[in-house]
């Protein structure tokens, strides 16, 4: 009798120290999941959101303020907490202010490049020299000399955004997060980011006049001719809104024409003509 009392009374404390040891580390690893479903619906919205960009660069010359709208347009999900048209402008604003004031984002145009503007660039009806962005088709696959690029490929705006998005999950924010100091002026209170990125490519629907905008450097485009469009995602999957394209994003070494099936997004870059579908 005395033996069994003095084994339960060495066993009292057990899961008292059991949970000592497993709570922090669950508690942990439950806090970790929550901030995991939160990022993939920040990513997912930035893939939107860099797809926005890159139209409102398309159809705005390539202006960075039109993709700072487009931009803003495609994270207000990630800014609206309630319903209705109140609402939905309060977080348009919420995302404009928290890009230019906050510093929360950074649009960086890939492609075309100086080079591209020097080897393809014509004077417009205005005066202005600009990247032509008419009659695409006819203008044959002569590849230029500077960027190594045809003005097929030139007409295609590539851009990276780069993304800060703000942890509110406790501890994992200090744990994976850097200290955001322009959102922590703003705030009043320390506020932890985590950089996230996503790529679009969209066919210019107006010329690009301005260089200074571009990148300096040589040919964007990649070697089989598989660059993305508007798909929001890394670049090379061949797709646009429409569907699938075939092929019509060329690299350094090929034309922008392709050998690519039609609904693969795949191309060779060996064509000698450009594909009939970059028309406008």
């Not at 080897?119 to 002569?142: C, H, K, M």
């Not at 660059?227 to 394209?245: A, D, I, K, T, V």
Request: a positive charge; glycine letters at 14%; proline letters at 5%.
């Amino acid at each position: 009798m005395m033996n069994t009392f003095t084994l339960f009374h060495r066993q009292r404390g057990q899961g008292l120290v059991e949970a000592v040891i497993v709570l922090p580390v669950f508690g942990l690893f439950l806090l970790g999941i929550f901030q995991g479903i939160l990022l993939y619906r920040a990513k997912t919205t930035l893939d939107y959101a860099a797809f926005m960009a890159a139209r409102s660069g398309a159809m705005n010359f390539a202006q960075k303020n039109a993709m700072i709208d487009g931009l803003a347009r495609g994270l207000m999900p990630l800014y609206a907490h309630q319903t209705g048209g109140g609402a939905v402008v309060a977080a348009y604003a919420k995302a404009k202010a928290d890009i230019q004031l906050g510093q929360s984002a950074a649009i960086t145009i890939i492609s075309p490049t100086k080079a591209a503007f020097t080897d393809w660039q014509e004077t417009q009806y205005d005066g202005v020299a600009a990247i032509p962005n008419d009659s695409l088709p006819f203008r044959g696959s002569a590849i230029g000399t500077k960027s190594h690029m045809t003005v097929q490929d030139a007409n295609l705006l590539k851009i990276k955004v780069t993304y800060q998005y703000p942890l509110i999950v406790p501890v994992i924010d200090r744990l994976i997060g850097h200290l955001d100091v322009a959102r922590t002026a703003i705030a009043g209170h320390p506020v932890y980011s985590l950089d996230i990125q996503a790529q679009a490519t969209e066919l210019m629907q107006t010329p690009i006049r301005d260089p200074n905008l571009l990148p300096s450097g040589t040919g964007g485009g990649n070697k089989n001719g598989s660059g993305s469009l508007n798909n929001g995602n890394s670049l090379g999957s061949g797709n646009n809104r429409s569907g699938n394209n075939s092929g019509n994003s060329s690299g350094s070494g090929g034309s922008s024409g392709g050998s690519g099936s039609n609904n693969n997004g795949n191309g060779n870059g060996g064509g000698s003509q450009p594909p009939s579908d970059v028309c406008i």
